[in-house]
C-alpha cells in the first residue's frame, strides 16, 4: 500500500488504528484519507486496509 507517496508493506489484517501504531502516531492527532475518502477517527480500529490501498496521513501540531 502507499502512505504518503511512500509504498510500504502491509501487515496481515491491519486497520487504520494498528496501521498508526505502528507508525507511532497519535490517532487523535492524525487525519487519514484513504483512496480519496476521508475515514471517520471513530473508525479507525475497524477499517480494514488492502495492498492497494492509497493513503494521506496529515498529523496535527500544536504550536504558539
Do not use: C, W, Y
Not at 5 to 20: C, F, N, Q, R, Y
Not at 23 to 46: S, Y
Amino acid at each position: 500500500m502507499k502512505v504518503n507517496g511512500k509504498t510500504i508493506p502491509l501487515d496481515a489484517e491491519m486497520t487504520v488504528h494498528s496501521l498508526l501504531m505502528q507508525l507511532g502516531l497519535n490517532p487523535k492527532r492524525v487525519a487519514v484519507e484513504r483512496n480519496g475518502q476521508i475515514v471517520p477517527r471513530a473508525r479507525f480500529a475497524d477499517q480494514a486496509l488492502g495492498e492497494d490501498d492509497v493513503l494521506e496521513l496529515v498529523e496535527f501540531v500544536g504550536g504558539g
